[in-house]
């Protein structure tokens, strides 16, 4: 595909500025390529405009550069995803159609458009919605319910009575609707708690690879409208993401954890369970949340403490060393003090 500069600045919101010429690609200023369309996130990659070989650079407001078109707009890095997604669309679509190899109960509904890759099982009375795309290995248990426009990847596992929403991805080797971790004690051992509810995935939501999300006890794990999930994150029975949320990898949610809308957790975060984590907070990485998050908080930390807190704490810890040795040397010079006085007569 090859669009002109003029094209791509009126779809991402952007001003032009220098000749108006063609574009077949884009490429990062770690990697420039000639003739591509990069983007300057802020001033201090300034320096690396001058030796550039690319033909047009996306920059913020008061960015100059003689020697290339420029798409001027606020948010560079916004403008770079925007546009690559013209020239790269999200998931590759396959023609619809069921390849060979698939076991498909004769009580599923299958709009007459899905794809369903091979060696993929649908289970009874389950649906899948218009142009979804169901690729290899897929596994679609009894009742399943699956939106219009998902794309489900290789060796997805979505169990019985999940509800997946509209326009859903879900990237390979991911479990959605394993039991929760439900267990009794007793004298010798433990009584497993049947696992009867259900996950409920909203509209436009993104679940990485190797992800997990638990069904619920009773009711459901539900995911809100447009969230995004990295690879290998563990959601557990009957929690709740609220819409626009972000999720990083290898972060844990223990079970009946409540994240509010718009809330974002850090890569290798945990949470303990039955936790309330106020709309908009920001847990940075490897934090451990062990109480109620107020709305709009930044923390940090194990345990998770207010992020200018727990910043100042770190850098007290990391000069420990030295504090211990100031301390040694001050106890040292008042033993040596009270020595002298022990040893001086008194007039």
Known sequence: ????????????????????IDIADLSTLDDPQPG????????????????????????????????HSLLVMDDPYLGFALSMRLFHPDHRRPPSGIQAGTRIDATAEIATDVY????????????????????AGVYIGDNAVIGEDCFIYPNVVIMHNVVIGNRVAIYAGAVIGSDGFG???????????????TVVIEDDVEIGACTTID????????????????????IAHNCRVGAGSIICAQAGLAGTSVLGRGVTLAGQVGIAG????????????????????????????????????????????????????????????VAELESKIRQEPFD
């Open 1 to 20: 595909m090859i669009l002109k500069l003029s094209q791509i600045a009126e779809k991402i919101g952007a001003r032009l500025e220098g000749k108006d």
């Open 36 to 67: 591509t369309l990069s983007f300057v996130a802020s001033r201090k990659y300034q320096k690396k405009i001058a030796e550039c070989p690319c033909a047009a650079l996306i920059v913020p407001p008061g960015l100059k550069s003689d020697r």
């Open 116 to 135: 369903i890759g091979p060696n993929s099982v649908v289970g009874m009375k389950s649906r899948i919605g218009k142009r979804s795309v169901i690729h």
């Open 183 to 197: 267990y009794a004690r007793r004298k010798n051992g433990f009584v497993k708690i049947p696992q009867a509810g």
């Open 215 to 234: 069904r619920a006890t009773i009711g459901e794990t539900r995911i809100g409208t447009g969230s995004i999930i990295d690879n290998l994150v563990q």
């Open 274 to 333: 039955h936790l309330e984590i106020g709309d908009g907070a920001v847990v940075e990485a490897q934090s451990g949340v062990h109480r109620d998050i107020p709305p709009g908080s930044k923390v940090f930390g194990y345990p998770a403490r207010e992020l200018l807190t727990a910043h100042r704490i770190e850098a007290i810890i990391s000069n420990l060393p030295d504090y211990i040795q100031r301390i040694r040397d001050l106890e040292r010079k």
